[in-house]
């Protein structure tokens, strides 16, 4: 049954990126406390079973000079706080394999999950939380359910496995009281970690069924409504309003730098009113001229107007220049079908430069042909 928002809208559609980027930095990650509950409690019994022996000595050491009274400390009772002190950093460092590890593993469950997250609005004081209807679905609701059955499973798989271990060890633990006390000690010691490594085995299983449920469970809180991928989608594009200022902003200084390039440009090719467009050859840095600034109608009258003012040739070449504007982009070079075609009438443009230098018999322009095929007029 698909969950739905504030507003009574089905949430039917999966988190996106963003929203799950979101979710992160406000610290609203999938956890586990099965997961963290048997990383604690499984290795705190893997350091028992390796250090256990350490531990122990440590500790009758500890005892035997807890137990010892200083020369005069009874009379006196002078030296009591460092003493106090130094028994407790001894009783400190009998343990400090559990301890470390214990809080080693503290850190994996989470890192496990997804990360450590430390999120100011995770500890913000939410009013809403002191809702009572909210309460009420939160005790009555699907994860309340989900926790009692997990809380029911962990009570009856644990205190089984424990039963199945103790009556399986039992023999041998009431053996114990024929032996001598040391041995005894430590072969209890031995069978209680079998009933700690059963019990932890449980802790893992019950971990190995609420790891994924849990992470269903956090998308599922995550999911989101049509409306609202709606306003993320226009929130993260940009409105249509904007988008369509900022492409007239983009085109605007696009035309700028276009208009800029045309004083620098060898002809201007024109239709003679509708179409214009600006070529530029440089020998030796250019493979084939150039498409520097193109445009029709009033584009086109601001190209002319603007090649006039600096005495930029312009050259009326109507099919060549209808043919450079629809099938070459601003800023590349023109295609090998039209070389030819531009080769004639950059020669009668370096020709008529000449003329205005030198004088002599003026130059005409030649008639352009354009091959038949693979050009777009």
């Known amino acids: ?31 586990s406390r099965e997961l963290a509950t048997a990383a604690v409690f499984g290795m705190a019994t893997l350091v028992l079973v390796g250090f256990g022996g350490w531990m122990a000595r440590a500790a009758h050491d500890w005892m035997r000079h807890a137990l010892s009274i200083p020369p005069g400390f009874a009379e006196t009772g002078r030296g009591l706080a460092p003493r106090f002190g130094e028994l407790l950093l001894g009783m400190l460092g009998a343990v400090s394999p559990l301890i470390g590890v214990c809080l080693l ?27 009572p209807l909210k309460g009420l679905k939160r005790i009555y609701g699907r994860d309340g359910l989900v926790e009692l059955g997990k809380s029911i499973l962990r009570v009856l798989l644990i205190s089984g496995l424990a039963a199945a271990a103790i009556v399986t060890i039992a023999p041998r633990f009431v053996g114990l009281v024929h032996r001598p006390m040391g041995p005894a000690a430590a072969e209890g010691f031995w069978l209680v970690l079998m009933v700690m490594l059963a019990m932890g085995g449980g802790l893992l299983l019950l971990a190995a069924i609420d790891v994924p449920y849990q992470r269903w469970s956090h998308r599922q809180k995550l999911m989101m409504t049509r409306q609202e991928l709606r306003d993320e989608f226009k929130e993260t594009e940009g409105r249509p309003e904007v988008k369509a200022r900022i492409r007239r902003v983009q085109q605007e200084l696009s035309q700028r730098r276009m ?25 030796g840095r250019m493979r084939a001229p150039r498409v520097v600034a193109k445009g029709v109608d009033e584009i086109a009258r601001i190209i002319r107007e603007t090649a006039e003012r600096h005495a930029v040739p312009v050259v009326s070449a109507p099919p060549l220049a209808r043919a450079l504007y629809r099938q070459v982009k601003l800023g590349q070079e023109i295609p090998v079908t039209l070389y030819a075609a531009v080769a004639q009438i950059l020669g009668y443009v370096y020709q008529l430069r000449a003329w205005r230098r030198h004088g002599g018999r003026m130059p005409e322009l030649p008639e352009v042909q354009l091959p038949d095929d693979g050009v777009e007029v």
Request: aromatic share 4%.
């Open 1 to 31: 049954m698909a969950q739905e928002n504030e507003d009574g809208q089905e949430k039917t559609e999966q988190p996106t990126e963003k929203k799950l980027r979101e979710a992160r930095e406000q610290g609203q990650v999938a956890r």
């Open 105 to 131: 593993a503290g850190f994996i469950a989470p890192v496990a999950m997804g990360g450590i997250r430390f999120s100011a609005k995770a500890v913000t004081p939410d009013l809403k939380k002191l809702d």
């Open 259 to 283: 208009m800029q390039a045309v004083p620098t440009a060898d002809v201007i090719l024109v239709n003679p009113t509708h179409y214009a467009v600006a070529l530029k050859y440089e020998a």
